[in-house]
Structure formats: C-alpha cells, structure tokens
C-alpha cells in the first residue's frame, strides 16, 4: 500500500467535538438521498460506505421530529415517536462499524411543508403562506405551540441519545427550509413579542432550542448548530454583517458550528457558476468570533485545498456532501496516498434531483451511490471476473469508459476501441463548452485510471466496422458508440419533423461542440428541458452572438430546476442579453425566419434567424451493433458469445445513465438476465 503524503497529515489528525472525538477532519455534512424513512436499508448501508471510505463523521440528511412538520412525498428520516427508531439503529450500527460518529440533524420546516400525510396544519412566526401547498397559509405560531415545537426538539434529542447518536444539531440554514431560520428573517417573523423584532428577540428561540438539547443529551453528545450565514439577498435577506452578531450572540453554546450559505442553490452552487471552496468569503469570519470547531462546505475535491482551508483558519473539519457521494472513499484514498484515484464531484447536481423526485439517489460520477444495499455495488470493490473470457468495448464515451474500467477491475482483458482521435465521446464535446468545463473529470478519472490498467488495450481514432468485430476474437462485444442531435425538431413537445424550406438555417448542436459557428442572429430551439440549450446560449451570446432561446415549456431549461441550476441560468442569460421566448413551438423554417405557434391558441408568430439551433432529442448511433444482431448466425465462427447495446447507443439519456449503464453491463456480464436484472427491495421494514 502506498503511503500518505505528509502534507496531508493535518487532515487525519482528531478533533475534539464537545464530549466526542472525530477520528480525522472528513465531516458528511447532512444531505438529503431520496430514501430516508422508505427506503432504510439502502439509506443505511450508503451511510456506512461512507464511514468505511474514512469520513470521521457522517450524518442523516433532514430528520422529521414532529408530525406538523411532515415533508411528504419527500422520503427524508423521522424522529417522531419510538417507532422510528429501528430505521435510526440501523444507519447508526453501520456507521459505528467504521468507529465513525453518527450524527442527526432534527428539523421542523415551518411553512415550507404542506404535511401532506400528517394533514396537520403547517406552521410559522407569522401567519404566512405555506411554501408547497401555496393556497393554504401557515398558522402563527402562539406561545403554547412555541413551547411544544422547544419539547418537539427535546423529546427527538432524547431520542436520538438513546438510539446512539454521537451528534444532535438544531437546524437554521437554508432558507426558508427551517422553522428556526424563518424566526431569524424579519421577512417572515413579523412578531411584537419577545420573539420578535430585534435581533435578541429573533434568536431567542434558538438559544433556547440549543440550551434544550444540551440539557437533554447531557454529556452523552456533542450539540451542533447549522447556521447559514448569508442569504445572497443584499438588504432583503440576513447578510454577513448580522450573521456575525448572531455568531456572536452564540458562539460558544454549541459544540460545533456547522456554517454555510443561503438558499440551496447557493450552498449546493453547481459547477457551472462556482468553482471549488466558494464559500469561504461568507464563512471565514465564523472561526474568528468562536473557539468551538467549525465545519464548512465546497464541493472539495482537492486535498491541498483541504489543507489551505484549515492552516489559513477557516475552517478545523472538512465538510461534503456531494464530493462524499462521487467518492465516498474520498478520505482513505487520501490517507493511502491515492489521491490521484479520486472521483471528483462534477458539480452536477443529479444527486439532488432524487429529493426533489422522490427516488433513491444517483450520481453522474459513482454508478454505485444508492446500489450499495440494492444491488450489492460497493464503490471500491468489485467482484472477480466469472471467466477468462475477453471483452470488446466499441466507443470510449462515458458509458464505454465506464465499462471498460470496470470489467478491468473484475480481471476481464478488455479492448477498448474509439473512433475519434480522443477518448470520452459525448463529455470531451460537452465540456468543450466552457460552462460545463468541469464535467471533463467524467472521461479525465476513467481515461487515468485505464491508462494505469496492464489489461486494457486501447485504441483511438479506430472506426470499427461490423467486419472488423468479427476479426477481434473476442467473446463478448459492448457496443457504446452513443448518439447524434436530430436536425427535424421532433423531440418531448412534437414528435414529428418539421417543415424546413432553408436546410442551411439548421446547425446541430453536435456541430457546434465540434466548433462550427453560424453566420448572424442565432435561435436555438430547447424541446430537451435539461441544460446544453442553455449552455450552448450562454456559449454563443458570450462569443458575441445574438441569440434567441426558443421553448414550447413553461420556462426554460425546466428540468434544472431539480438540480439547483434553473434561477442561476435565467440571471445568466438575462445578463448575457438573451431574448427568452417560452410556450411557443417552432412550427416551420423558411428563409431567414422562424415561424412560431402559441402552444395554447395556436397563434402564430415570426422571429427573424438566420441559424437555428434545434436541441430536442437524439437518434441512437446504434447501425453497428443492428448489423452484428442481424448477422448473428456468424457469431459462433468469430467466437463471439454476446453482443450488447449500452448507454445513449441503446436508448440517449443523461450522462449519469449512461455511466451507470455501462458499470451495470461489467457487473453483469457473466450472469444469467434474471441475476443482472435483480435487485433487493425494501420490504416488511415497518413504515407506513
């Protein structure tokens, strides 16, 4: 095993948390996964693996302590009475396994749940609408129901101590998410009383909350506080300058400060409008107002950042959520000098789209984040290979990396064969586009690592033919060649072409990642709802072009909404100058002209163009593998036992599904569809 690089030893040393020690410096920071309270055991062995990959600390995500704070259909932790408790013993248990300290993050949410199950009435500071359910209001929360929600939080820290927690937090961060944040906000706390009005009045509830729990735990757990500092709103919102006399008025009351800033979209910023440690502007004062540890987040992933962070006096641990779920061996690669090996957080964000959805949670970088219970993946592990059997992987994109790295691991010889004169298909293209620059650790982490592998062979600018398959000797064919931008508009709106009298106004987006530019006004049509419309109009309009974003959805780029980054694209575009055009479909292009109809009435309009840009859905480049399949009577002569479409060749999708698929296709290889197929579901846990 290869040893730590020195420079690094800060980061493994322990640090004292109230009565708890932390083992090193790595801190999972509470985040949500989509499976919480329905999908325990999955949620349960993810947490271990975490703790097994070296983080000293790991925490739930949001944990539920009362009934009026239900946020279904979201499917986060409860602590509302006993009989939540054997999903709690079950996280716990795995992560003590790895002598790491379990931490709970208790939560009431206020107005922002509608209490969908519970049917009780949401409630807040002050008579208010409710964030989710925005026709009903949120009653103002009189003295008596400010005395429950404080025994609400002591019953769950009791709780929690008895379970085996190590780490209870009060929780008064992201925005308008948290009951105590919204008593902090003038905007929402509009009281007379003492709970209201100066800045003392505001974080009384706080104080009192905090102090509660402590006495609660007694010295059994550290208390935390999650506090962010900064909600990005200029006077509208709590600035740095009031967090400040808040730290102050709190500072040594918890044992650990756990700081970031507000809302989600700016703690969670994706790659594509922040880059790594952001935070720290907002965050640095915190440690200079406390002597208690302070944990803060940004998206690390290099581990001299790490170190910066901590010599410099910002932060004493080093706080993830999503660089814990791309690796969530992150720290032990570190600590066994494979800091190289790392799998960086792209800053994507699909694995927050799983709480917004309601579905266990997913990563573009780890395939196996979410399988670990399910389907048995670990992160760092694989099974040995089933037999001597060699394998061709056709196309070295995302999906035929991945397989290729993977069926390496397992000990098959692989062949990996690309067409182009790099490997990483649709992500080498993507990232092309400076907004996305990051997402290239998809293809730079897999093309290291098989660059490192002694059984892989592979090959570039190497157009395989159906012909040339069979003279491979190989038994088993993976055919990842992926897909092509449609030039006819048919996509989610209108599945059909369109009438185009000018064939010449229509550039692929496929064209402009390999760097052709049109001449003139450009529209680009966005009838895919995720974010390379918005991309290739950020591209364009910061080349100079003037440019028209075209959608028959309501807004654009809709489906980023579940990832964080739809308000920061509408600023962006906004500032960039481009016009904006939602609920209208292309209908026709004629020359120089986009004929545009209103997807309610019908009503027609035009926009002058002399280039559209239509991203609406993709063709499978899958001619290849059809020929193979209609060809199959001579796969026995060329030793061929299985021929297989993966990722975008089999039917286009994310770059997290195709990456998946093609770890999906190594860990099945040598097993019958039934096996390949199966996973475990979570039944007779209890639940409702």
């Known amino acids: 095993m290869q040893q730590r690089n020195a420079r690094y030893d800060i980061l493994f040393e322990p640090v004292q948390i109230g009565p708890k020690t932390a083992k090193n410096r790595f801190y999972q920071v509470p985040h949500c996964n989509g499976m919480g309270h329905r999908f325990p055991r999955a949620m349960a062995e993810m947490r271990g693996v975490k703790a097994e990959g070296g983080w000293g600390v790991v925490c739930t995500e949001e944990c539920s302590i009362h009934p009026t704070s239900d946020l279904s259909p979201a499917t986060l932790m409860r602590i509302w009475d006993d009989s939540d408790l054997p999903v709690h013993e079950l996280m716990i248990e795995k992560i003590h396994a790895h002598d790491a300290l379990a931490g709970i993050q208790l939560v009431h949410n206020g107005f922002e749940v509608a209490n969908y199950v519970s049917r009780q009435r949401s409630m807040s500071p002050s008579n208010m ?43 008064a961060a992201h925005g308008t998410m948290t009951l105590l944040y919204q008593f902090l906000m003038r905007r929402y706390n509009q009281r007379s009383d003492e709970y209201g009005g100066s800045l003392e009045n505001r974080v009384r509830l706080i104080r009192e909350i905090l102090q509660d729990i402590k006495e609660a735990v007694g010295g059994d757990c550290a208390v935390a506080f999650r506090f962010a500092v900064d909600e990005l709103l200029g006077k509208d919102g709590l600035e740095v300058s009031e967090a400040q006399d808040i730290v102050g008025l709190l500072a040594d009351l918890p044992d650990l400060w756990d700081v970031n800033i507000s809302d989600w979209k700016n703690d969670s910023l994706p790659s594509r409008f922040g880059s790594e440690g952001n935070q720290e502007e907002y965050i640095s004062f915190v440690k200079q107002v406390t002597d208690k540890p302070v944990v803060g987040v940004g998206r690390f992933t290099s581990p001299d950042t790490m170190v910066g962070q901590i010599k410099r006096g910002v932060l004493d641990f080093i706080g993830a959520a999503r660089p814990s779920i791309a690796d969530p061996f992150l720290p032990s690669k570190i600590d066994q000098g494979r800091e190289d090996e790392i799998r960086e957080c792209i800053g994507c964000n699909m694995c927050i789209s799983g709480d917004y959805l309601a579905y266990p949670i997913r990563c573009t970088q780890n395939p196996t984040m979410g399988e670990e219970w399910r389907r048995g993946w670990h992160p760092d592990r694989i099974e040995k290979a089933g037999s001597d059997d060699n394998v061709l992987v056709v196309g070295a994109g995302p999906s035929g990396l991945e397989a290729s790295l993977a069926l390496c691991k397992r000990g098959y010889d692989v062949i990996l064969s690309e067409g182009r004169e790099e490997l990483g298909g649709r992500v080498v293209r993507e990232s092309a586009l400076k907004p996305l620059n990051e997402w290239r650790r998809v293809s730079d982490h897999r093309v290291y690592m098989l660059s490192q592998a002694a059984n892989v062979q592979t090959y570039v600018d190497s157009l395989l033919a159906a012909d040339d398959v069979f003279a491979m000797d190989c038994a088993h064919v993976a055919i990842a060649t992926g897909a092509n931008w449609r030039r006819d508009f048919s996509g989610v709106y209108h599945q059909y072409p369109i009438p185009v009298s000018d064939p010449a106004m229509v550039i692929s987006p496929d064209e402009i990642m390999s760097g052709l530019r049109p001449q ?78 209103c997807i309610y009435m019908g009503t027609e309009s ?48 994310t770059i997290a599904i195709a990456v998946y698929a093609g770890h999906e296709y190594a860990r099945s290889l040598d097993r019958a569809p039934e096996q390949a197929a199966f996973f475990r579901r979570e039944v007779g846990f209890g639940g409702e």
């Not at 009189?142 to 929690?160: F, G, S």
């Not at 920061?568 to 481009?578: A, K, P």
């Not at 063709?619 to 993966?646: M, Q």
Request: hydrophobic share 40%; with cysteine; proline share 4%.
């Open 129 to 171: 609408p409710t964030e989710a359910f925005p026709h009903v209001q949120a009653r103002a929360m009189d003295k008596t129901d400010i005395r429950e929600c404080r025994r609400w939080h002591v019953d769950a820290a009791k709780r929690a101590r008895k379970v085996g927690y190590d780490i209870v937090y009060a929780y």
């Open 520 to 597: 003139g006004k450009v529209l680009i049509y966005d009838n895919d709802r995720y974010y390379l419309a918005s991309v290739l109009a950020e591209q364009l309009a910061e080349e100079g072009y003037e440019v028209v974003l075209v959608t028959p959805s309501a807004d654009i780029a809709d489906w980023t909404d579940f990832t964080l980054e739809l308000e920061h694209i509408q600023i962006r575009l906004r500032e960039l100058g481009v016009q904006i055009v939602c609920k209208q479909e292309v209908i026709a292009l004629e020359s120089g002209r986009v004929r545009l109809g």
């Open 606 to 653: 035009s926009i002058e163009a002399d280039a559209v840009i239509p991203v609406t859905a993709r063709n499978p480049d899958d001619a290849l593998y059809n020929e193979l399949i209609a060809r199959k009577d001579e796969w026995n002569d060329a030793g061929i036992k299985t021929v297989t479409a993966i990722g975008d060749c089999l039917a286009p999708a």
